[in-house]
């Protein structure tokens, strides 16, 4: 149940654990934290031995998951744990974007990821690779829900011992998503900030490999895959603006890099992106930090619908305020009752459930062009993080209900002539 201490193979395209803050580059071990300035470390590739054997051909004859972009991923061997994560659709919205008043709206729709339906598949199916190269036996995670869904499911399908921390208030299709792979679930009394806080100590004291912990470094790579296939899926072409929700502000990070990599390669023109970020009223120090001009993030106690989002201290904060002020995007954030209807106004016009997080970059998507935020004419990719069947107790309440009726003919015209009725005092009040 400890990490072994074998060598890896020399074959892989990355080459050391590089420090953020002050440069200083350390072997790959399961080490997320440099020890001269405690700065986070991530990996180092080598970019010219990816520019020589990589092309966009050998990408598009690659498995249809994110290992087609095997190279720039950090896994030593080709012992990879392939459970179908990644190539989610890329929907070229037409309703939404009319409603919006865009022209090139694009929905990356991560609620329909492959196995647990977020995009934390993407990121636990590399972390749980490199775990295994590793030698750790036992794995395990702080998560708000998606990443204790994921861990737990990806394990048991690697035949990984897994036991994930969650706070005790989560949602009930994200308790279930979890226990139905049989990990051992602790439940903390406390945020997510504070469950963190305890699996560190844990992380030290049992060896154990913590995917957004001591693994962390391997784990956030796997969310740039959301970078490449938006780059693909668009003719290989990068967008010029996207939109994505900030928990950690590690997604949002690492989407930046993926378009930085691809065009450090060759694989992609460059040009600049605008990169803007979503979070909820109830928990936005990145967002208030951008808003009050800020060069620090101060941490929050969070207390919004969003919990999957809900993240006070944010680990990559800092850097996401740095990537929206340096390409010209913005960070805003939402209240509750705009994050219900930004679920509702994706799911009746595109036909995609969303969870909170999805509602609050729709919303925030909103928020930015009635600002005058947005180009119409822009190619803009809102990213999807998750499904809404993982949250369903944030919309009950909010939405229509089943109309009841007697088995026949005159009862049910009775019923679609107050269906209709209703339809069209919805519309004008939308339409007003």
């Known amino acids: 149940m ?43 590739y080598d970019y010219d031995a990816i520019r020589r054997t990589v092309t966009r051909q050998t990408i598009e004859a690659g498995p249809n ?75 395990s995670c702080a998560s708000t829900g ?22 005790s208030d989560l949602e009930a299709g994200k308790v279930l998503g979890t226990l139905i792979y049989n990990p051992t679930v602790m439940a903390v009394h406390g945020n997510y900030d504070q469950v963190n806080r305890l699996c560190c100590e844990v992380a030290n004291t049992h060896g154990w490999g913590f995917v957004n912990i001591n693994l962390r ?43 930085n990599e691809f065009t450090e390669v060759g694989l992609v023109e460059g040009k600049k992106v605008r990169f803007s970020g979503a979070q909820a009223d109830g928990c936005s120090p990145i967002a208030q ?33 740095d990537i929206a002020r340096k390409t010209g995007g913005n960070i805003e954030s939402v209240s509750d009752s705009e994050i219900i209807e930004g679920m509702k106004l994706l799911a009746e016009t595109e036909g995609i459930f969303t969870e909170t997080a999805g509602g609050t970059t729709i919303a925030v998507l909103k928020k930015l062009v009635e600002a005058g935020k947005i180009n119409p004419d822009e190619t803009t990719v809102a990213y999807i993080t998750g499904n809404g069947l993982k949250t369903q107790e944030a919309v ?30 919805e519309w004008q009040q939308v339409s007003v």
């Not at 070229?92 to 022209?103: E, V």
């Not at 998606?146 to 706070?167: E, K, Y």
């Not at 109309?403 to 209703?422: C, H, S, V």
């Open 2 to 44: 400890t990490q072994a201490t074998r060598t890896q193979s020399t074959a892989a395209t990355f080459t050391a654990l590089k420090c953020k803050e002050c440069g200083e580059e350390y072997e790959l071990q399961a080490k997320h934290v440099c020890d001269c300035c405690f700065g986070p470390l991530e990996v180092k």
């Open 146 to 167: 998606n990443l204790a869904n994921s861990t737990a499911a990806i394990a048991a399908h690697a035949g990984l011992d897994c036991v994930v921390f969650i706070p």
């Open 289 to 321: 930090a951008f808003r009050e001009g800020r060069d620090f993030v101060k941490p929050v106690k969070p207390n919004t619908i969003a919990k999957s989002i809900a993240i006070g201290n944010p680990a990559d904060g800092m850097y996401a305020l």
């Open 65 to 139: 998951s994110i290992w087609r972009y095997r190279a720039f991923l950090p896994v030593a061997t080709d012992n990879v744990i392939d459970v179908g994560t990644g190539m989610t659709p890329l929907l070229k919205s037409h309703r939404l974007a009319r409603r919006l008043g865009l022209k090139n709206l694009y929905i990356k729709n991560d609620a329909v990821n492959m196995p647990t339906l977020s995009f934390k598949d993407r990121v636990v199916s590399v972390a749980l690779s490199r775990a295994r190269e590793l030698g750790f036996t036992t794995v």
């Open 217 to 259: 470094p391997y784990y956030s790579e796997g969310s740039k895959t959301l970078g490449y296939e938006v780059i693909e899926q668009l003719g290989w072409k990068l967008p010029d603006h996207v939109v994505a929700p900030l928990a950690s502000g590690s997604l949002f990070t690492k989407i930046y890099k993926g378009f």
């Open 396 to 425: 009950q309440g909010y939405i229509g209900e089943p109309i009841t009726l007697e088995p026949k003919l005159e009862a049910f015209e009775r019923a679609l002539e107050r269906a209709r009725t209703l339809e069209r005092l």
